[in-house]
């Protein structure tokens, strides 16, 4: 399927996830088999005034290919500016996208007081505006990522507005905005989303194994499905996925292998100019989330100080066996 200006070579994506979906982690999801990755939500007011914090996050680079930036705002002619500046970056080189993904869909009140990412699911006719202007300020194809709605599902009627926008792509997560994470599976809001629009839809929300993954593909009906959380500290899930959803059965990632991909991290992470504590640390929590006897090797993280003192905490760590 096609998503933004770029043929996906499979069916699972990676989802942007602010302080995770870095350069050096979207490497390694592409390496094991995500068809696609998108950068964490980059404040598109910071990118028209250059902050360099707000540059760092949208840093894209061509071996990740295809990749979309993500943005985020609630002035149209700010987006739209924010839109303009990536596009020409992306002109002469020194940024890649395949589009500009925009945030419809952050729940988080320091984003929505603001009146941008969910908070712009009240009101599709904003949207429409939104997209469209950030269509017409640049060459990139835009998608946008939604929830269902705020407070209930609206998500047809928002995906028909991004669609008149003009985007090329959307993704429903189909939780609404003020739900929260306990209903685990409503996939049907996906395939209705599907059945209203004509361009590409991806399906988000809950697959975090590679059988939801497939599962959420085949019920939902969706052109592909984004895996975020689940992928953290587990980048083979896309990996696994790809081999399901092609009949071979696939085994849980043991931890050698977890340790070959963290390690793989930090060779990209380095070669990348991002290698430092902070991100490192939030990673290795993942990486070693769900082995017996982590507990004391997580106590460690969060006193390193170090690269390498996280490095050889990593290193170091043995899953207790089962009794
Ligand atoms: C740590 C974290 C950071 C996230 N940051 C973003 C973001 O920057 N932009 C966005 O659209 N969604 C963001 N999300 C939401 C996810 O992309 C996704 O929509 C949500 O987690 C549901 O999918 P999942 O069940 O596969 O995790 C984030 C989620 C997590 C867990």
Redesign the pocket.
């Known amino acids: 399927m096609r998503y933004g200006n770029a043929d996906l070579q499979g069916k699972f994506v990676l989802?942007?996830?602010?302080?995770?979906?870095d350069i050096a982690f979207r490497l390694l999801c592409r390496k094991r088999g995500a068809a696609m990755c998108?950068t964490?939500?980059a404040n598109a007011a910071a990118i028209v005034r250059g902050i360099p914090a707000t540059l760092q996050i949208m840093k894209t680079c061509k071996e990740e290919m295809p990749v979309g930036i993500?943005i985020f705002g609630s002035d149209e002619k700010i987006m739209a500016e924010a839109c303009r500046i990536i596009d020409q970056k992306v002109a002469c080189g020194e940024l890649f996208a395949s589009c500009i993904d925009i945030?419809f869909?952050?729940p988080s009140g320091t984003v929505t007081r603001a009146g941008a990412g969910a908070a712009l699911l009240k009101n599709p006719q904003k949207i429409a505006g939104i997209v469209s202007a950030c269509a017409s300020a640049s060459q990139l194809p835009i998608t946008a990522?939604i929830r269902a709605g705020w407070a209930s599902d609206n998500s047809m009627e928002i995906a028909r507005a991004i669609e008149r926008g003009g985007a090329v792509g959307i993704t429903v997560?189909w939780r609404t905005a003020t739900e929260g994470r306990k209903r685990s599976c409503g996939w049907a809001v996906v395939g209705e989303v599907k059945r209203s629009v004509g361009i590409p839809v991806i399906g988000?929300?809950?697959?975090?194994t590679p059988e939801k993954a497939v599962q959420f593909l085949q019920e939902a009906g969706c052109d592909a499905v984004?895996?975020?959380?689940?992928a953290?500290g587990n980048p083979s899930i896309f990996k696994r996925a790809n081999w399901l959803l092609s009949g071979r059965l696939p085994e849980p990632a043991g931890w050698n292998e977890k340790l070959e991909d963290f390690q793989e991290y930090v060779r990209l992470a380095e070669k990348h100019g991002i290698l430092s504590p902070k991100p490192l640390r939030s990673h290795a929590i993942k990486f070693l989330s769900g082995f017996r006897g982590v507990k004391k090797a997580r106590q460690q993280l969060n006193l390193a100080n170090g690269v390498e003192e996280i490095i050889a905490i990593v290193e170091g760590f043995t899953p207790a066996p089962h009794l």
């Not at 989802?15 to 979906?21: E, H, N, R």
């Not at 988000?204 to 975090?208: Q, R």
């Not at 984004?226 to 689940?230: D, E, F, P």
Request: net charge neutral; charged share 5%.
């Open positions: 989802g942007p996830m602010a302080d995770y979906s998108f964490p939500f993500q945030n869909g952050c990522k997560h988000n929300g809950g697959a975090t984004m895996v975020s959380s689940g953290l």
